[in-house]
């Protein structure tokens, strides 16, 4: 079964918009994380955003948040006023506490986003 | 700090040679992974270590070996390179602990023909 599932393999949107990335997981741990990635297309990875299992708070980082749901089992990244400089692929990835994980990112497919001026 | 550094950058080889993709990291980190990316796929993990001379298999691991000698350098061998290993290949390596983010190297492209 997919751990990681992006919905999205394409999404378009207007520069200045804001923009939901959708990513739901399954895990049966109680203790997990997630984390955002973005991969321009020069290639290297770039992390953006984590969120923990246990964290009250939707995390936040500048123009990126991550609109998590746990019950949902979703963890969704919003870019508030896109730029041109956001067109890339997105990847969620999660990272689950349990004995044998070490430390493991297990990611999705990923997203191409895409800002048109 | 250099990060997580790749070499070679870019490869291409004959079915049924061998080469060795060398991962070096200046963190001190204790966990390191390889993982291979082909489109639609995402990043699959190939194989991970958590500490020197300590190595396991990920998610797509035949075809492939490691070694992990040094704590800051993690190797990726390939015996004898098959078309279907032509990919990207990502190293990344973190320090221990759930929310601590993965540090990726620039890639290695890799065309086998």
Redesign the interface.
């Known amino acids: 079964a997919q751990k990681?599932t992006q919905t999205q393999?394409g999404m378009f949107v207007q520069e200045k918009e804001a923009v939901t990335l959708d990513c739901t997981y399954d895990t049966s741990d109680q203790?997990?994380?997630l984390?955002w990635?973005k991969q321009p297309s020069s290639?290297?990875?770039i992390?953006l955003i984590?969120q923990?299992s246990y964290d009250e708070q939707n995390a936040t980082e500048g123009r990126y948040s991550l609109n998590f749901q746990k019950a949902r089992k979703s963890a969704n990244l919003v870019i508030s006023a896109s730029q041109l400089g956001d067109s890339a692929m997105y990847?969620c990835?999660m990272?689950e506490?349990g004995g044998t994980s070490?430390?493991?990112?297990?990611?999705?497919?990923?997203t191409i986003l895409t800002v048109h001026p | 700090n250099a990060g997580v550094t790749q070499t070679p950058k870019f490869r291409v080889l004959k079915t049924g040679q061998s080469m060795t993709l060398l991962c070096a990291q200046d963190m001190n980190h204790e966990?390191m992974?390889w993982?291979r990316q082909d489109p639609?796929?995402?990043?699959?993990?190939i194989h991970?270590s958590?500490g020197e001379g300590t190595t396991?298999k990920?998610e797509v691991p035949d075809g492939y070996n490691v070694s992990r000698l040094k704590k800051q350098n993690f190797l990726l061998g390939l015996e004898s390179a098959a078309p279907s290993q032509t990919s990207?290949y990502?190293c990344?390596s973190?320090p221990?602990?759930?929310?601590?983010?993965?540090?990726?190297g620039?890639?290695t492209r890799l065309t086998v023909l």
Not at chain 1, 102 to 110: E, I, M, N, V
């Open positions: 990681i393999p203790s997990y994380g984390f990635y290639g290297e990875m992390f984590y923990g990847f990835a990272r506490a070490y430390g493991k990112l297990t990611f999705g497919q990923g | 966990y992974y993982y639609g796929m995402g990043l699959r993990l991970y958590v396991a990920g990207v990502f990344a973190s221990r602990g759930l929310a601590n983010e993965q540090f990726f620039p890639g």
